[in-house]
């Protein structure tokens, strides 16, 4: 880390404070649920553009000084720097975003380490039911391990093939399409298996377990 502690602009409480209030009103909900071949989750709106979301905390990784380490209920736990990392087949994916905050931006060609490829590697053990990701800001957020697993997930580090900029999470961070982003870690430092589901930050803060966003799981 370049600076004192890493960590570059204080937590934003305000945005903080309002999204937990959004979760205690229930704003946005429709109470709609959308086909997925509509491609647009209810409640959502198209964006072109590409907004930053994080708690204010834009940490200075770079491919020197990141590390991943993935721990808990798995059979061979790691520490991998960027080199471990990279020498491992990358895939590409192209999917579409959905944050809880109503926007969406559709096809986003991702490019990183399938999380399947992760997983042949660390072995989870049967017990090991969620995932809990952390970023290097002190975010956290959890994920049943089977939406963690599915075949589109990606630890990436490439959007549209230019390495991931420094405010959407580079040099790697998580993509997991099938929930709201909220649910996709940036500033990747941690992936811990556990038994029993583990509110993350927004969890804790009235945001749901799962975070579906074709049944609208923004809140609960
Ligand atoms: N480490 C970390 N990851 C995070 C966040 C954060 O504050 N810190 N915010 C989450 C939220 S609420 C969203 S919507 C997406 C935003 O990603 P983006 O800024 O690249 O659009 O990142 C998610 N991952
Ligand atoms: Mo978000």
Redesign the pocket.
Known sequence: MSDDDGLIGQIKQKLVDSKRKWSQEGRLLTGKAADPATRLPPGQREVKN??????GIQPDVTTENWRLEVGGLVDFPLVWDWRKFIGHAQEEFVSDIH??TAWSRYDNRWKGLSTRALLDIVKPRKEAKFVVQH?F?G?TTNVPLEYFADDDVLLAHEWEGQPISR???GPVRLVLPKLY??K????ISKLEFVAEDKAGF?EVRGYHMRGDPWTEERYG
């Open positions: 590409w907004p930053v979301l994080d708690l944050c809880v970023g800001d975010y405010e959407h999470g982003f909220w996709s870690a940036k500033w927004w």
